[in-house]
């Protein structure tokens, strides 16, 4: 595969990506949103907003297939970036620019519109299929159209100020070391570290975690298997970030097991948001091999309430999802600093 050339003007290139402060950050619901849009207007099996950094194509949104990162010099990305418009591959097996590509005979078809930030390209919003096709004006005109919501969101700056620092912390090759592969969620050691941080900020009271736990996972491995499960456990990571609000942290904490760090929360909005996700995860059954599964999650909380020991924390929460499970599971409890509990 040659290797495109660089912007003319690369370094500003870069300098708008690392403002935009995407680059080794989890997927987020607003520009899933999109994604997801993107694959029913256009009847693709793939769709994804891509970061393109100086080595790395940081897959920010993806529906369709795994992954968070591809190197940059493997990437289609890496063309659409250099244009203005729509880039458009009818068939990558016949394009010389891409044909010898891994990528070649899965994605074969692939169209993809730069996106902006501070007037540069900083990433692409893309489609692709397995079979190659035609692609109309009017498609061309519906894929900048998404495109233009996709540069909105690129100027809305939802994480919280740890985890944009989290991921700054890394170095673009390693990015990747942060995040879940299979749910696309910060992963346990990062969203401990976010944890952490979040503690040691002032105004630890308002800081408050959720244990979830996704009810009878086993059952759903032992009778339908492990390609069903990471199926779920995919699905519910979408409906977690769906019910989460924009600034909350969540990660895999292990297995069918998640944590979400909240900030800014008494107990009751830390339970509003609670069960805002338990809705979210029980509002349909996942859909896999032609069967629908239906799914539920038990969820413990715990307020800081000044304490800055995680551990302590965590445990109330875990204390909290215990007796959820207890009482019948799909449903939310709470354990209070100064004991006693309420669902």
């Known amino acids: 595969m040659p290797a495109a050339p660089n912007s003319p003007h690369e370094n500003r290139r870069l300098a708008a990506v690392h403002k935009v402060r995407l680059l080794g950050t989890p997927a987020e619901e607003r520009f899933d949103r999109i994604t997801r849009l993107a694959r029913r207007i256009f009847g693709v099996p793939m769709a994804c907003i891509d970061i393109v950094g100086e080595k790395l194509a940081w897959l920010k949104s993806v529906q369709g297939f795994d992954g968070v990162e591809g190197l940059r010099k493997d990437s289609y990305c890496h063309y659409t970036v250099l244009d203005k418009d729509v880039c458009v591959i009818r068939d990558a097996r016949e394009d010389v620019r891409v044909s010898d590509s891994a990528l070649a005979h899965n994605w074969v078809f692939y169209a993809g519109v730069p996106l902006l930030f501070d007037g540069e390209h900083v990433g692409v919003l893309c489609i692709g ?5 035609d692609f109309g004006t009017d498609e061309m005109d519906s894929l900048a159209d998404l495109a ?3 540069n909105h969101e690129l100027q809305v700056v939802a994480l919280s100020e740890s985890q944009v620092a989290l991921a700054l912390s890394n170095e673009e090759l390693e990015m990747k070391a942060r995040i879940d592969v299979l749910t696309h969620l910060w992963n346990r050691l990062a969203i401990r570290e976010l944890l952490d941080a979040e503690l040691a ?4 009271s308002s800081v408050a975690v959720l244990m979830i736990d996704v009810d009878y996972f086993k ?4 009778k339908q298997g492990h390609a069903a499960g990471d199926q779920v456990l995919r699905t519910v990571a979408e409906r977690l970030r769906a019910g989460a609000r924009a600034m909350d942290a969540v ?3 292990g297995g069918e097991e998640f944590l979400m760090v909240l900030s800014g929360v008494d107990e009751d909005e830390a339970v509003r948001v609670g069960e805002r996700v338990r809705e979210q995860v029980a509002r349909t059954a996942i859909q896999f091999d032609e069967q629908g599964i239906a799914v539920t999650c038990s969820i413990g909380v715990a307020v800081a309430a000044g304490t800055t020991d995680a551990d302590a924390l965590i445990r109330r929460a875990d204390d909290a999802l215990y007796r959820a499970k207890a009482a019948g599971r799909n449903r939310v409890e709470i354990e209070r600093a100064q004991g ?3 669902n």
């Open 129 to 133: 299929d397995n079979t190659p096709r």
């Open 148 to 150: 233009a919501m996709a």
């Open 201 to 204: 900020q002032p105004g630890t």
């Open 219 to 222: 059952a759903i491995n032992d």
């Open 251 to 253: 990660g895999r904490y």
């Open 340 to 342: 006693g509990s309420r």
